[in-house]
């Protein structure tokens, strides 16, 4: 009895003693990492940059698969989605750099007046609330293309030669946006000489130089304020990311047939206009296409009928030289 008295006691004080020391003593004791612990690695921006990029690919695949009738997600939302992206790019990302740095007044005051006149001209297409069909015979629509085509195209360069030059900084990259930049000016000053002046059209040269209006100022604008005006890898990341959401979305009107129903938003209208622009100018429609095909089989047949013909007279003419000989 004694004996087990002993032994429960000896257990209970031992119990007691670890408690008291995992409790009381641990906490004193510095904590120990392993080797391979890099305490100073931040998880944020990869995490970030990794959600961004699996986000891309999902939405890629939704943005070009979604499917649906008049009314649907496609013919509304997608429309909408268009107007946001491209608003997103021309002047909300240049207003959010100006109002994150001190001295980009003058930026601030661009972005201001670049977003009035593009948020006006997008209400005015939705709170028309028109389908693309119906709205492709109605004169505001034609409006809002002559607007997004000119406008990006003379403003968002002259501006940003002014910034670059007034500012002096003449690196390599501001010097490689110089050029682009005048080379856009320059282009649509050529190209209203030659439209109205020299009244000389060459549509398929017009076409090519019509979407090049519309989508090369924003996209230059973009990346020059990306490489000035990085704010933080964060910002960095989701510019890109809108950038390429937006040129994709801008893709699908030229790779495939946009819905009559599709809603007739500013951008959905301009684009839309631009597309068939462009397949008027360089698409041949089925029935050309196969007329062509027809005529390429046909010459095909008569220069293999040549061939044989030809082939049949030399044999001919050699069946005749060896009877010839036979009879000699």
Not at 192 to 200: C, D, G, L, P, S
Request: with cysteine; net charge negative.
């Amino acid at each position: 009895m004694n004996n087990y008295l002993f032994f429960k006691g000896f257990i209970l004080s031992q119990f007691l003693n670890f408690i008291i020391w995992n409790i009381a003593f641990i906490p004193l004791v510095p904590a120990k990492v392993a080797p391979y612990v890099d305490e100073t690695y931040s998880s944020k921006p990869d995490l970030y940059d990794a959600l961004l990029n699996t986000f891309f690919p999902i939405s890629f695949v939704i943005l070009l698969n979604v499917s649906g009738e008049s009314g649907s997600i496609k013919n509304i939302l997608l429309p909408i989605l268009d107007d946001v992206l491209y608003n997103t790019i021309t002047w909300v990302v240049p207003l959010i750099v100006s109002f994150s740095y001190d001295d980009l007044l003058a930026i601030k005051i661009f972005s201001i007046v670049n977003m009035c006149l593009h948020v006006v001209c997008a209400m005015t297409a939705i709170f028309k609330w028109k389908t693309i069909k119906i709205a492709d015979d109605m004169d505001y629509s034609d409006t809002i293309y002559i607007f997004l085509i000119i406008f990006p195209v003379i403003v968002i360069p002259a501006f940003w030669i002014v910034n670059i030059t007034t500012r002096h900084d003449f690196g390599s990259i501001n010097m490689m946006f110089l050029i682009l930049f005048g080379f856009l000016l320059v282009s649509i000053i050529l190209f209203i000489i030659h439209i109205f002046i020299v009244k000389m059209n060459n549509d398929k040269l017009n076409s090519v130089l019509a979407v090049t209006f519309f989508y090369a100022p924003n996209i230059l604008q973009t990346l020059l304020i990306i490489l000035n005006w990085p704010i933080n890898f964060y910002f960095v990341k989701a510019c890109v990311f809108i950038l390429v959401l937006s040129l994709t979305r801008n893709v699908s009107y030229f790779t495939g047939k946009v819905p009559d129903e599709f809603l007739a938003t500013s951008t959905t209208i301009t684009q839309m206009f631009l597309s068939q622009f462009i397949k008027r100018e360089y698409e041949v429609d089925d029935k050309d296409q196969k007329e062509i095909i027809d005529e390429k089989i046909n010459e095909i047949k008569r220069l293999m009928d040549e061939k044989i013909n030809e082939m049949k007279k030399a044999m001919i003419d050699e069946m005749k030289k060896d009877q010839l000989k036979d009879d000699v």
